[in-house]
């Protein structure tokens, strides 16, 4: 599908993002930590399938939704969709740590909790905390972090028949009036989830610090396929940050390579990378070139800035030099 010419730039405040809702998501809170999307409108969606779509049918400006996980690692669904179902472009990522928090309805004391209500992948993620301090509790699961302490929060009757605490994120807490009974209660504190936005069309400028996600489709499976698509990277000494296989849907061994790589398709190297992986495979999906995200991302561009600056000056310097005389 050909991609549409960029659109005019959208000021912030009319800006319209989809997230996967309910609110009070770690999807809705990582989307308010970012800068960038300060003042936008910003809607919840039941599912991540509603966001990508809303997106591609032109009522949302960006679609902004979990990709990976520490401990989960990729969420399949969504990068399935967006290399055989959507055309959609990456626009920007966003790290998140991920804080999980035991909360219930104001004046609950944790000897009383009787339940704990969650997503289970949230309640497997917590099982020392519940084990030390809640070893005879109920687990009941819900369909998101943030809807179980909706539920509690509107006193669903499901939920608030005994004594029941969520385990969800803090901004859930303020969201739906719980209070926090205890705090970070997961299992693995490092644990992060990567978050990115996506829009229609449009690749964004090069930072100098930037990363590169596409879909590699086989022309045909033969021994060092895989190894040929890789030389191309060694060849240029471009870094890969990450690369896994998924199955193309269409025949039982057929898979296609995702890969993550250091660097922008404006970028020379890069860009003579991809027409030759573009020649030489059956297919190659496009699905961004986007700002590196993390603390030191800011450090790392203001450092390269430099270095164009200082680079810029040396050879204006050069340059004025040309058609001058030697001093005789």
């Known amino acids: 599908m050909a991609h549409d010419a960029p659109p005019e730039p959208i000021d912030a405040a009319d800006r319209r993002i989809g997230f996967l809702g309910p609110e009070g998501t770690f999807t809705e809170e990582a989307l308010l930590s970012e ?36 401990i989960e690692g990729t969420v399949r669904d969504i990068i399935d969709s967006l290399v055989f179902d959507f055309d959609l472009r990456i626009q920007r990522e966003v790290v998140l740590d991920i804080h999980l928090h035991l909360m219930a309805a104001p004046g609950t ?21 519940l084990t ?4 005879d509790v109920e687990l009941l699961a819900t369909n998101s972090t943030a809807d179980a302490a909706r539920l509690l929060g509107l006193g669903d009757p499901a939920l608030t028949e005994r004594p029941t605490a969520a385990i ?21 504190p490092d644990n992060q989830t990567r978050f990115v936005a996506v829009a229609r069309s449009g690749i964004p400028a090069p930072t100098g610090h930037d990363r590169t996600t596409i ?52 970028d020379a190297m890069v860009a003579d990378c991809l027409g030759d992986l573009h020649a030489e495979l059956a297919g190659v999906k496009f699905l961004g070139s986007y700002p590196v995200s993390g603390v030191a991302g800011a450090a790392i561009r203001a450092e390269v800035d430099q270095s164009r600056r200082e680079a810029a000056e040396w050879l204006d310097g050069l340059q004025a030099e040309v058609g001058q005389d030697a001093a005789s």
């Open 132 to 135: 030390e301090s809640l070893p």
């Open 168 to 188: 969800a994120p803090r901004l859930a807490a303020s969201l739906y009036g719980l209070e926090i009974l205890a705090e970070r209660v997961e299992d693995h």
């Open 35 to 70: 800068p960038a999307y300060a003042g936008a409108s910003i809607t919840p969606f039941a599912s991540l399938v509603e966001v990508l779509e809303a997106v591609r049918n032109g009522s949302m400006d960006l679609g902004f939704i979990p990709l990976e996980n520490a």
């Open 215 to 266: 879909a590699c489709f086989q022309s045909a499976d033969h021994p060092g396929s895989l190894y040929a698509i890789l030389g191309h990277f060694a060849a240029r000494n471009i870094n890969l940050s990450k690369l896994e296989s998924r199955p193309t849907k269409q025949a039982l061994g057929d898979y296609c390579f995702i890969i993550d790589f250091e660097g922008h398709v404006a």
């Open 109 to 129: 004391a944790l000897a009383d909790i009787e339940r704990v209500a969650s997503i289970p992948v949230a309640t497997a993620q917590c099982r020392r905390f």
